[in-house]
C-alpha cells in the first residue's frame, strides 16, 4: 500500500520541529515505518539549494529567483525521496511542502499565484500531501520566539512580511478543509501532539 504524505506548515517558530520530533518519536516507537525530511532541502542537491535560499548574504535575490529556487529544491526532493517512499508503502513526514511558496512567495513576496500553481504542478509531479498541520499562531508571539536565534534570510523580514505569511495559510486552510487541520500554536506541547497523533493515526489507519 502507498504510504501516506503528511505536512507541516506554520510561520517561523510556530513549534512545528517540535510536533514533528514527537511524531516520529511515537511512529518509531511503534514500529510504524516512515521517513522524515524538510523543505527546503532533503536530498544533497535540494540542501545545496537550501544554503542558497537562506543564506543572509544572498540579499540582491530577486523573488522569482527565490521561487525558482524553492521550486527546483522541491522537483529534486520529490523526484529522488518523496515519491520513492510513498511507493515503498513509507509514510512521508516533510516540514513544509508547497504551500509555503503560495504563503511566502505568493503573498508575502506578491509573486503571481498563477505562476506558482503552474510551477507547483510541475515541481510535484502533481503530487499533494494527504493532511497537512498547520500550527497557527499569532506573529507577535511567534517573532518573540525566535529572537534569540541567529536569523536567516526569510526570518530577518518585517513583521507585516510575516502577517501576510500567516494569513494566506489560514486561507489556504480554509480552501483545502479536508486537507488540512488547523491546530492553536499557543496550546500545551503535549496536548497538540496528541491531536496530530490522533488525525495521523486516523490517517494512516493505525490503533493508538
Ligand atoms: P527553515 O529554517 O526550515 O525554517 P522553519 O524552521 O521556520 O521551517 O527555513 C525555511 C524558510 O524558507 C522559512 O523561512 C520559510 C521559507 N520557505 C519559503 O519561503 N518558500 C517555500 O516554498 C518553502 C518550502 C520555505
Known amino acids: 500500500m502507498r504510504g501516506k504524505f503528511i505536512t507541516f506548515e506554520g510561520i517561523e517558530g510556530s513549534g512545528k520541529s517540535s510536533q514533528i520530533r514527537l511524531l516520529a518519536e511515537a511512529l518509531k516507537a511503534r ?8 523543505e527546503p532541502g532533503g536530498p544533497p542537491i535540494s540542501e545545496r539549494i537550501r544554503a542558497l535560499l537562506l543564506d543572509p548574504q544572498n540579499k540582491e535575490m530577486s523573488s522569482e ?11 529534486q526532493h520529490t523526484s529522488e525521496v518523496i515519491l520513492p517512499a510513498l511507493a515503498s508503502g513509507v509514510h ?20 503571481d499565484k498563477e505562476i506558482i500553481r503552474i510551477l507547483t ?19 507577535e508571539q511567534s517573532l518573540s520566539r525566535i529572537q534569540d ?3 536567516d534570510r526569510l526570518e530577518q523580514e518585517s513583521l507585516s512580511f510575516h502577517v501576510k505569511v500567516r494569513e494566506q495559510y489560514l486561507s489556504i486552510a480554509k480552501d483545502n478543509a479536508s486537507r488540512y487541520l ?27
Open 31 to 38: 514500529g510504524i515505518k516512515y521517513i522524515l525530511t524538510r
Open 92 to 111: 512521508v513526514i516533510c516540514d513544509r511542502y508547497y504551500d509555503s511558496s503560495y504563503a511566502y512567495q505568493g503573498a508575502a513576496r506578491s509573486l
Open 149 to 151: 536565534r541567529e536569523l
Open 65 to 75: 529567483t527565490e521561487l525558482l529556487l524553492y521550486c527546483a529544491s522541491r522537483a
Open 121 to 139: 504542478a510541475f515541481s510535484t509531479y502533481s503530487t499533494d500531501p494527504d493532511r497537512t498541520f498547520l500550527l497557527d499562531l499569532p506573529v
Open 182 to 208: 488547523v491546530l492553536n500554536g499557543l496550546e500545551d506541547i503535549n496536548i497538540l501532539h496528541r491531536q496530530i497523533l490522533a488525525a495521523v493515526f486516523k490517517l494512516i489507519g493505525a490503533a493508538q
